[in-house]
Each structure stands twice: as C-alpha cells, then as structure tokens.
C-alpha cells in the first residue's frame, strides 16, 4: 500500500516502513501514516500468494481496515473463504453463493454458453434466460469449474529432482511436462488420492526459483441459471470496454452438480446440486469512498519483472499486431452481424473475444506511451543493477546484458509470428481445418480397416469444424482481408511459402486464391466435404488448396518458433537470474514478495477510491441507474435499455437494494491489482462478505500488467446489489434469492 503520489522507488520504500512499523508496534508512525492515507485512496501493488498472506500481508490489511482473522480468508487446515472462490471454465474467476452450489460470474465469462443455448427464437443473449425451477436449468457441455483443494510450496522436491537432471543445461525447470511427471511423483510418494476428477498442477514461480503444487478438484456437470439480456449484462459493450464510469450488469448465474454422493461426475439428469462445504454471505451494506476491499481470484498474465527492451518488444510485436490485423476482422465481423441476425447470433462470442484483447492492446501502447513506463522500467533495472555492483554480484547485470541481446536478436522473427498468429491462424478461420494425414496414411496403405477408422475419425473431426457457430461465406470475406494485411506486414522474401502459389498462380491476388480455395477444396462446405467422403481419393487430397494453406501457415508458425528457439532458452535461464535478483533486493530492502500472474489463485487489497484521469477531471468510485438512462441510446445497440428496466427505474422500484438516498447503485471501482483472469472474482469487504463481482479494469490501468499504478489502476465491479435486484425485480427469479445467505 502506498500514497498516491509518491513515485515507485518511494512506494516500496514506504511499503517497507509501514511494515516495520507495524511489527515493531511503533503506533505513533503507523496512525500518523494513517491519518495522511485517509485523505487519499489506498492501494497496494501484489498478486499475493495465500500461502505468504498470513506472514506478509496480515499486519497491513487489518490496519487498513480488514476486521476479520486472516485465517478466516485462507487456513490450509480449515475452512475459509478460499473454499468458496472457483476457477470458472479455465479462463474465469467464480464464486460460491448459495450452499447448493449456486455460482456467480460474469456475462461475459458465461457468454460463450449462453450463446450455446440461444437459438432465433430462444435469444437468451437477447432476452436474457432464468431459470425458474431446477428442472429448467440447462446443461453447459464442455463447462469445467475447479475448486484448489490445496497448495503445497515443494520448491525444495523440485530442486532435488532437477539436481539428479541428466541435462542440467536444459529447461526442464520452468517445462509443464517436466514439471507435470514431478507432481505425480510428489503425489504418489505423499498418499494424494488421485481420481479422474483430481488435477495436479505445478507451476514454476518468480521464473522458475520457487514451485508450488496445486491439487484440485474439477467438476464437470455445471448448468446455467440465470443471465440478463446483453443490454443489461453488456451494456456500452466495445465503446464502454476498459473505460470508467462503467454500467454494466455483467454477471450471470450457473450451478455445480455432483452425484449423489456428492462426488464430480459427467452430466446426467440423475446429478443433484451439490452441497457445498463453503458459500459466501452477501452484504447489502454496500460501499463507500475509502471502504476496505480485498479480491481473490485468478489473474491470468502480468509481467512485472520485464527489462525496458521488453517492454518496447511487447508494444512493437503483439500490441500492433492485435492493434492492426484484429481492428481490421472487427470491422468485416460487425458489417455482417449488422446485416443478418443469424450471423450476429453465430459470431457474437468470437467478436466480444477479439474485441477484448484488441482494445486492451490499443489501451496498453497508449498507456505506456502517456504513464512514460519505460522510465519506471529503467529507474527499476538500475535499481537492481547498482545493488549487484555494489555486492559485487555480476550474475544480474550479465543476465541483463543477455536479455537485452536476445530481444534484439529475436524481435523480426517474433514480428512474423505474431503477424501469422493474428492474420492466419486467428484470422483466417480454415486455417484450423481437420488434419487429413491420418486418412492419407491410410489411403497410401490401401489398407481397408486402417481408411475406415481414418474416415470415421476425419467425420468427427469434421463435425466440430462445420460447427453452427461457423459460417463460410464470412470466413471467405474476412480471409481475403488477413491475407492482405499480412503480405502488407511482411517483406516478400520472408512470407510463408503458400505465397509462392498466390504469386506463380494467381497474380499475387490474395483474393483470387481465397475464392480458389472456398470454391475447390473439399473444406469449403459441408456439402463438398460430404461429397469427397462419399468417394475420398488421395489425389483430391493432394491438390486440396486448403489442406496445402492449413500445412503452409502450420510450418510458418513452426519455422518462426525455431528461430528463437535457442534465444528463448538463453532468455529463460537469464529471466530466471534477473528474477532472483530482484527477489533479493526486495528482501534487502524488507519488501514483500509475489510472484507474477500464472493463473493460479491469488489475493489482492485495497480501497474503494475515486481518481484524477487527467487534469480538471474526476472520477467517482460508483455509478448508478441514473447513468444507464443517461447513456441510452434506441439507435445503438450497445446502449439499448430494457423497457422494464426503465419501468422500475420510473417507478424507484428498487427494493432493499437502494443506496441509503434512494439511488440504484450499479457499478463501483477499487484500488486492487488485477488482471484477465480475475473476471468473475469475488469482492470483500472489511468483513469477508460479498459486496461485488470484479469484470474488468479501467482503460489507466491497462498497463497494470507491466507496472502497476496506484494513483490511476482500477478494477471495474458490478455492485452485488445491481445483481440482486436485477435477479429478483427484474427477472422476478426470487426463489434464487431465496437460497442465498444475505446479510442487512
């Protein structure tokens, strides 16, 4: 935690001071500290380990105004807090809240399944969908949710077994398949019950110094209950992304079944919701300027121990590409969700998907441009390097030198593969077509056992291509366009050999190849694919345009890989010194440790807070229904307001879920450190109770994930009384309140 203004060098020193002073019980700088902190928002930098929380952190958050035992929010040998927060379909943050298993996330985490279920007469997207019994609650295929059971700190198992290493110059201590064969061994030499439902996860941390297990549990028939419509859960969609104030209702509900044991098991209508050990209680207290927060979840990817070079790589290579190649598939998609509701429905959750990281990227660049992060980026390598010189430790300032080598050396190679990623293999969507090896291994052996297993397994590969959510006509129009800009992006000489046939055959007309391919290749519909597997021969295979595209985008992607091969594995070992390096700066100058974002369950606190985005300009810490009806707008679909939500808003029929001055609250913004990934994460307050679901950051804070920002970082939440009465007046499922643990 640390004054907003004080720049980064003079946080972590103050972080530092604070601590002491608690430890030592010097009460006379602590209330002074305090006294000067609650004229101004409170915010502490760290994605923080459950597992430091107790040693690290305890101290600090109760004299900002946590109230309840740190071992009630993570006690490896209770229950706690921790045991109602779940990883939602490995990309979100859920949390438990209600004890038969009821979940609540975001919109647009659950929007893939709500699409699922959507058809031109059942538009839940549209309508919004509530389920008003357990019967009517709909199956979700593919949806995992995943509860962390435990997390182990086995850096010393680790360390052991990379010791017996047979190729000590390796990898093999930051390599998932390595670290996946340690696990099994940990558990198998601890006794840990492993059913088909258990996960084992080790990860490295802080690059690879220290390893923490994870074992978990996972779920597999979760249902969906309840979502409002996209103008309410979506509401200001791309236009609003990033920014704040915000409006959105961005949640939705699903629920956990088990057997009726209570044990995982597949989907089948005999599963009853499952009783849960833990659920959290929800507060309708709500919220107020400087209120205590805290948030667990799981960030997916930050990277704050980045050299200035990296950064600068970060901006030049995925940033502009995402920024340049996805601002053009956007733009063709929504020509086309405008034109045919059939195509809004199929492409609606790949567009919200796209669009999300792209404005990210464009919001990230500006950011570091504005924020000068860079210079912070600089102050802090030298930081570290004046403390190697000064300790006579070469190893860092080594390590620096080498990564600023590696990214120069790399950096054309990882433009062209970004440019291949986001022009060929995202954006032209056949470029996933099934592999058709198998079939052509067996139609090379004449063998007839061998082609009908090869065809049987090619129609199932096929089936989830031809998918309802795939449409060829818009997939022939967006190609042509990704082909363009990628040939626009790199020279000639260095594209991907497919370009040596546009140029021989067609002219260099990208275009011309596109309808070539949709208009031959047996992928180019379903009924063409039907037809060759009536009769599959290995000629047709041969000359196929799209299986020779498909293998040539393949083996760019590979040949971009290998040319970096050796500079990412040098980049690893250096990564890895730099970050022990930093690691012990940190504990010379007393600072508290976390690692980067992995995807693994954090903690993060601070303070409900209003800030400055520019001068004259203010930003206050909540919104409410008022600003919906300000923003509406009956021409743009992303500001379209329900009527009945304008009739309870006419009416001020609001419930118990009204601000103490009759407003309807929506959303608020916190000073906690977040990520993706954190969708969906649950926000406490000073009690432990649910008073908001995080959804998003605001546009300032976009560089969060290189260097955090006290004065301006933000994460976006629903205020769980919006969700509340959005439930229960809107939709009138009072029965989900009902069984909710809800505190006055």
Not at 597 to 614: E, F, H, M
Not at 627 to 648: H, S, T
């Amino acid at each position: 935690a640390m004054l907003l203004h004080l720049p980064c060098h003079a946080q972590t020193a103050r972080h530092s001071q604070i601590i002491k002073s608690i430890m030592t019980k010097t009460r006379i700088i602590l209330a002074s500290l305090l006294t000067c902190l609650t004229h101004g928002a409170m915010a502490d930098e760290g994605m923080w380990m459950l597992t430091d929380i107790k040693e690290q952190n305890a101290a600090f958050m109760q004299a900002l105004g946590l109230e309840i035992d740190i071992n009630d929010i993570y006690n490896p040998d209770s229950i706690c807090l921790k045991d109602a927060v779940v990883h939602f379909d490995g990309g979100c943050t859920a949390e438990v809240i209600s004890p038969d298993g009821l979940l609540l996330t975001n919109h647009h985490c659950g929007y893939d399944y709500i699409q699922r279920h959507s058809t031109i007469d059942d538009d839940y997207l549209t309508d919004g969908f509530w389920a008003m019994s357990r019967d009517e609650e709909l199956p979700c295929e593919g949806l995992t949710v995943t509860y962390i059971d435990e997390i182990m700190d086995v850096t010393g198992y680790v360390n052991e077994c990379l010791a017996t290493d047979p190729d000590p110059d390796g990898t093999n201590y930051i390599s998932a398949s390595y670290l996946d064969s340690v696990a099994a061994q940990f558990a198998a030499g601890q006794g840990i019950e492993v059913t088909p439902f258990t996960r084992l996860e080790l990860k490295p941390f802080y690059g690879g110094n220290k390893y923490y297990l994870f074992v978990k549990t996972e779920y597999h028939d979760v249902r969906m209950v309840g979502a409002p419509p996209s103008s309410i859960g979506k509401f200001g969609a791309d236009t609003d992304n990033y920014e704040w104030p915000r409006h959105s209702g961005d949640f939705s509900l699903f629920r956990i079944y088990a057997d009726s044991t209570g044990q995982p098991a597949e989907y089948s209508a005999s599963n009853v919701p499952l009783k849960v050990k833990k659920h959290l209680t929800i507060s309708l207290a709500g919220i107020g300027e400087g209120d205590f927060t805290f948030v667990m979840g799981l960030p997916g990817r930050n990277w704050r121990y980045m050299i200035s070079d990296e950064v600068e790589e970060r901006m030049q290579t995925t940033n502009f590409m995402r920024d340049t190649i996805r601002g053009i598939r956007l733009k063709a998609w929504a020509e086309e969700m405008a034109r045919d509701p059939m195509v809004k429905l199929q492409y609606a959750g790949k567009y919200a998907s796209i669009a999300n990281y792209w404005k990210n990227a464009v919001g990230m660049n500006r950011g570091l441009i504005r924020l000068k992060v860079l210079d912070t980026k600089r102050a802090q390598q030298q930081r570290l390097l004046a403390y190697g010189d000064a300790t006579g430790e070469t190893a860092y300032r080594e390590a620096y030198e080498t990564i600023k080598g590696i990214v120069a050396t790399r950096h054309d190679a990882m433009f062209h593969r970004e440019a291949i990623t986001e022009a060929l293999m995202l954006g032209t969507e056949f470029s996933a077509i099934p592999s058709v090896d198998l079939l052509i291994s067996a139609l090379e052996s004449k063998d007839r056992t061998s082609i009908d297993f090869a065809i049987g397994k090619l129609r199932a590969q096929a089936d989830k291509y031809f998918n309802r959510d795939y449409a060829p006509d818009i997939d022939r129009k967006v190609s042509k366009l990704m082909l363009q800009a990628y040939a626009s992006l790199i020279p000639a000489g260095q594209r991907i050999s497919i370009f040596e046939t546009i140029d021989r055959d067609f002219g260099g007309d990208a275009g011309a190849f596109v309808d070539h391919c949709f208009d031959t290749s047996i992928f180019g519909s379903r009924a063409s694919f039907d037809r060759f597997m009536a009769r599959p021969r290995l000629s047709v295979l041969a000359d196929d345009p799209m299986v020779k595209y498909a293998r040539s985008v393949r083996d760019g992607y590979r040949r971009t890989g290998e040319e970096m091969s050796e500079a990412n594995k040098a980049y690893a070992k250096a990564h890895r010194t730099w970050v022990a390096g930093m690691m012990e700066l940190k504990r010379h100058e007393d600072t508290p440790l976390y690692p980067d974002a992995n995807l693994t369950l954090r903690l993060t606190y601070g303070t409900v807070a209003s800030y400055k985005p520019a001068d004259g300009v203010t930003n206050l810490c909540y919104t409410t229904l008022d600003g919906v009806m300000q923003k509406e707008d009956a021409d743009n679909p992303e500001f379209i307001v329900p009527e009945r939500l304008k009739e309870l808003y006419r009416m001020k029929d609001y419930g118990h879920y009204a601000m103490p001055d009759g407003r309807m609250p929506v959303c608020f913004a916190t000073g906690v450190d977040t990520t993706g990934g954190n969708s969906g994460s649950p926000v406490f307050n000073s009690k432990g109770q649910l008073i908001g679901c995080g959804f998003d950051r605001n546009v300032e804070g976009l560089t969060g994930d290189i260097a955090y920002n006290p004065a301006l970082q933000r994460a976006v939440c629903v205020d769980i009384r919006y969700v509340l009465f959005i439930i229960d007046k809107f939709a009138g499922a009072h029965h989900l309140i009902d069984e909710m643990s809800i505190a006055e």
